[in-house]
């Protein structure tokens, strides 16, 4: 065992971040505070059906490490279909981009952005035919 079951993106902004993942994943959200005793909505990111988990937005505890900063933890990467038109809604909801798209030749095209809580993430749009 040790397969990732649950994920927790850490917030300043409750309301904007779930704007954010609602836009750009379609994520919906459940809010899990009165159990967390803390601001915690859980993160419904798709079908049970499909692969992939659910996790939760947290609201952040300690101010967040330095921009220029390597990761201190994990950065969740998003299958997505469309990697153009999903950067598109990324910068419309106000994500930058952290890592520019780039091809991991033969298997998909990869970026990097960072959340409107300056948080890391990935998205990874399978392409074999990527170069």
Known sequence: MGRPIHF????DNMERAKKFYG???DWKF???????GMPYFGAVTGDESEMGINGALIKRSVPLTDKNQA???YACTMGVEDYDSTETTILENGGTIAL???ALPGMAWQGYYTDTEGNLFGIHQPDENAK
Do not use: L, M, R, T
């Open 23 to 25: 836009e750009v994943f």
């Open 100 to 102: 520019p798209k780039h």
């Open 8 to 11: 927790e993106i850490h917030v």
């Open 71 to 73: 990761v201190n933890g």
């Open 30 to 36: 459940e809010d899990w505070s009165d159990y967390a």
